[in-house]
């Protein structure tokens, strides 16, 4: 069997490879990013068999933990987090101070799924969380939030591109989801949550390290 996961894991890491290359002044960010993602990767054990279980090969580390479950975070988010910058070849976001707690309403509010207030998808507490959690972040941030709304749109784009390419290279991939648990929404085939996952993804935590550093920094002038 093909080791799908890890094949699209590699993707992202060499475009990880060539951001880390191309902006020396991003690599604190883009690296960072990455090693605060990696530990998202252990939410796979929630997402099977709620959301898919792969039909193709993978490096098991723990029940349904996989390897390419941390590995491919640790280079997503990495690449979610610098993706604008690069494109379109800006600094760092400059934000003003705003309270970086608010970022946490989020994950605060994923990890409510445990309570279970509501019968829905794993997949769609995730996206709705994180929704919720960056519309509060951008409101904050008023006209600057544009930037991370770009970088959402980017990210999606660029997520959209190399997941259609895997989905029709691999039908295994296809084959691995379970769609009597999603919304049925189809785009080209592919639940429509894997785009609204990744857009909401991408809003959320593209701004995060420039809120957390203003307010580091700021606060240690005090």
């Not at 994950?107 to 207030?117: N, Q």
Request: charged share 15%; with cysteine.
């Amino acid at each position: 069997m093909t080791y799908i996961y890890l094949i699209g894991t590699g993707v992202y890491a060499v475009i990880w490879l060539v951001f880390f290359i191309l902006r020396k002044d991003l690599r604190r960010k883009l690296f960072l990013a990455s090693l605060f993602a990696a530990p998202l990767g252990i939410s796979e054990l929630l997402f099977v068999p709620e959301y898919w279980v792969p039909q193709f090969q993978t490096i098991p580390l723990f029940r349904e933990l996989f390897l390419e479950s941390i590995l491919f975070c640790f280079f997503l988010g990495g690449v979610v987090a610098v993706a604008y910058q690069v494109f379109f070849k800006e600094k760092l976001f400059e934000f003003k101070k705003i309270n970086p707690l608010l970022t946490l309403i989020a994950p605060v509010l994923f990890l409510t799924y445990f309570l279970r207030p509501f019968n829905i998808n794993m997949m769609h507490y995730a996206f709705i969380s994180m929704f919720i959690g960056s519309f509060i972040v951008l409101y904050c941030l008023g006209k600057k939030s544009k930037k991370v709304i770009y970088s959402a749109v980017i990210n999606t784009v660029l997520y959209s591109v190399f997941y259609f390419t895997l989905w029709y290279v691999f039908p295994q991939l296809s084959a691995s989801y379970q769609f009597h648990k999603l919304s049925g929404i189809l785009l080209g085939g592919i639940p429509a949550e894997e785009f609204l996952w990744i857009f909401s993804f991408a809003l959320y935590w593209a701004p995060l390290y420039e809120i957390w550093k203003t307010y580091l920094k700021k606060n240690r002038k005090l």
